[in-house]
Structure formats: structure tokens, C-alpha cells
């Protein structure tokens, strides 16, 4: 059985779920649609299979990527996809929330994210909430099936799914799937291609670009599509990144610790699960100053089943401006600006912390 094609109704989704973005897929023919997937792997291979289905269906595409600390809610990420003219519009992978993505632009949003906001006349294929939750491009898999050959294309539902849940995630069929396209080669891909957004040079467009040529993930770890080797300095630099800002020392107050530094690399999430290993008992926060400019970037892990999103709204803390508590329970952070950060850390515990601990530093860690 492939991966995700159990036959099951009410998995990954209900089944009048999918047919309806089924239908809206197929009423794209012959149109522009457009396609918006996020950077990480799971997002990447979603985008992909979405590309290959409604290629298929005669339409003509082009694909959108989100900028560094972007997302389909960013001023600035709407303004670029409003101007491509497209008739249609297809999100994956990047959570959902209130208002317009592109106003008066058909759309279909594809996620996995708990959300209880939606953008107004937005049709949505979730996951969340069906048990076992199936990442964006299990889902995205599921969706497309029936308009395509779907066997040589599973692969890219493998990859996502391993990205996302891990090699041993509870997934029906995940364990043959897996076994089919080689567990080497899609956690050695998986690696190549999220260090591409991680990079301090952001180059999620080549990683789209390898998956998109690939055929499978042996070809990306073979190195048989142009591309592969920029992945491999990519990774090379994240690696270095994560050890040199991990050794930042931690600052305790109750059962949170935090570690403040600075990389033009996206290491806090790798950085936040590296000393949630060491600390198992504790909360992390990885606090990332020289991500973005005037912003520090944080990432929330723990070893604990905790739900961090709660956690982080439970705080006594007014309205913030930025981006606070999105994503999954168990792994969210935050991008804030210094002075916001600062008062967040402060309602946390952190007593003394001041405006040159949250300062950009170039390599130096904080």
C-alpha cells in the first residue's frame, strides 16, 4: 500500500475535504495558477507534488517562495505574489491565519498546523485534528493521487513525512514507503535540503530547484541533479553554526533556560533541540540576535510533553508586535523585536537583561 492511500475516509483528512480541493485543482486547466509552498522540507515537497499535479491538469504554473522570516501573512510576501497575475492561488505548509492572503484571488491553503483562524473564503485542507496528524505533503500526496501516476511521486511524501515526524514517525505504511525510497537517502536529502533556508544565504529556491529536478532522493545524495554540491556547503556551514552558538552558556530562572547569541544562519531551532537533550527537564528557549535585522529570532523546545504555545500565551504579557507562539505544540517560538524580546525574557524571569545582550554580533556568540 503507498504511503497515506490507506482508503480510510476520515484520514489524512475527511474525504469531502479532499474531493473539494480536488475539484479545485481540476478547475484550474488551462489557467496560471500559482503556487506558494513553505521552505522546509515538508513544505518543498508539497510544493512539488502540487507543481506536478497541476502541470498535469494542463495548467500553467509558477512557484513563489516566502523570504527569510517571511510566511503567506507577510506584507511583503502578499505584495510579490499579488504581482504575478495568476488566476488561482495554492498555499502549503504555512499555517493559517485571519485575513487575506491575496485578496479576491481563488485559493486553496493546504496545512497541517492546529489553527482556529482561517482567511475569509479561503478553501482549506487541513490534517490537524485527524489522528495520526499527516504533515503538509503526506496530505498534499493524498490530494493529488488520483490526478497523477502516484507511485513515482510517493518518494517526495516520504521525504516530507521523515522532515517533519522523523523515520520512525506512527504513520500507516510509512515503514515500507520508506524502506522504497531508500532510509539512507532521504535522511541524508532531508538534511541536504533544510539546510538550504538555514543558511545565512537563504537559498530555499535551489533546494526547490534540486527537488524538482530529482527523481529520487538518491538522486539528490548521489548528486546525480545540478545543485547539490551549494547544498553541501549549506550544510556545512549550518553544521559549524550550530556548535559554535550551542556552547553559549545558558541563563536558568525556574524551569526555563535561555541562550542568547548571534548567527546569520537559522540555528536556533537546532540549537534549542540540542540543549533540550542536555537539559531534559527544562524549557529552551534558543534566542537567535543576528537572523534578522533589529529582531531576535527564538526558538521554544522541550524534552517535557508540554504545550509550549500554551506556555507562551499564558504569560502575562500584552499585545506584541511580531511573531509570537505559531506552529506546534511542541516546537514554536517566536521573532520579535529587541525591546519586545526583552520584555517577554522579563516576564519569563530574566531579571537585569539589557538592549547589548540581544544585539547583532556578527560570528561572535552571545
Known amino acids: ?5 490507506t482508503g480510510d475516509p476520515g484520514w489524512p483528512a475527511p474525504a469531502e475535504a479532499l474531493a473539494s480541493a480536488r475539484r479545485f485543482l481540476e478547475q484550474q486547466r488551462d489557467r496560471h495558477v500559482l503556487v506558494a509552498p513553505h521552505t522546509d522540507v515538508d513544505g518543498l515537497s508539497s510544493g512539488v507534488l502540487a507543481l506536478r499535479a497541476i502541470r498535469m491538469l494542463g495548467a500553467r504554473t509558477t512557484s513563489r517562495l516566502p523570504g527569510k522570516g517571511e510566511h ?8 510579490r505574489l499579488s504581482q504575478v497575475g495568476a488566476e488561482a492561488l495554492v498555499v502549503l505548509d504555512m499555517g493559517s491565519r485571519a485575513g ?34 499527516a504533515p503538509s505533503s503526506l ?12 507511485g513515482p511521486l510517493e518518494w517526495l511524501a516520504v521525504m516530507g513525512t521523515v522532515a517533519d515526524l522523523g523515520a520512525d514517525a506512527p504513520l500507516p ?55 547539490v554540491d551549494a547544498l553541501r556547503d549549506c550544510r556545512l556551514e549550518v553544521q559549524r553554526e550550530v556548535a559554535r552558538c550551542a556552547k553559549a552558556p545558558p541563563r ?25 537533550q542536555r537539559f531534559p527537564e527544562h524549557i529552551i ?27 507562551l500565551r499564558e504569560l502575562d504579557l500584552p499585545p506584541f508586535e511580531g511573531e509570537f507562539a505559531h506552529g506546534h505544540t511542541q516546537a514554536t517560538g517566536g521573532s520579535l523585536p529587541a525591546k519586545e524580546f526583552l520584555r517577554f525574557t522579563e516576564a519569563l524571569g530574566f531579571r537585569g537583561l539589557q538592549a547589548n545582550d540581544v544585539e547583532r554580533r556578527g560570528v561572535a556568540p552571545g
Open 252 to 276: 536558568i530562572a525556574g524551569n526555563v533556560a535561555l541562550l542568547l547569541f548571534s548567527s546569520g544562519a537559522q540555528v536556533h531551532p537546532l540549537v534549542a533541540v540540542r540543549w533540550a
Open 285 to 311: 528557549i534558543a534566542a537567535n540576535a543576528g537572523y534578522l535585522p533589529g529582531r531576535v529570532n527564538f526558538a521554544v523546545r522541550s524534552r517535557e510533553p508540554l504545550d509550549l504555545i500554551a506556555f
Open 173 to 227: 505504511f510509512l515503514k515500507d514507503a520508506l524502506r522504497r525510497a531508500g532510509r539512507k537517502a532521504v535522511t541524508e536529502a532531508v538534511a541536504l535540503l533544510n539546510a538550504a533556508r538555514r543558511s545565512s544565504h537563504f537559498a530555499a529556491s535551489l533546494a526547490l530547484e534540486v527537488l524538482m529536478r530529482a527523481g529520487s532522493a538518491a538522486d539528490i545524495t548521489e548528486g546525480r541533479v545540478p545543485g
Open 72 to 79: 503567506a501573512h507577510s506584507p511583503a510576501f502578499q505584495e
Open 139 to 150: 496530505l498534499t500526496y493524498a490530494l493529488v493521487a488520483p490526478l497523477v501516476i502516484p
Open 1 to 5: 500500500m503507498l504511503l497515506g492511500l
Open 100 to 133: 487575506p492572503i491575496v485578496s479576491g484571488l481563488p485559493t486553496l491553503l493546504v496545512d497541517h498546523h492546529p489553527s482556529t483562524e482561517f482567511p475569509e473564503g479561503v478553501l482549506v485542507l487541513s490534517s490537524a485534528g485527524h489522528l495520526p496528524v
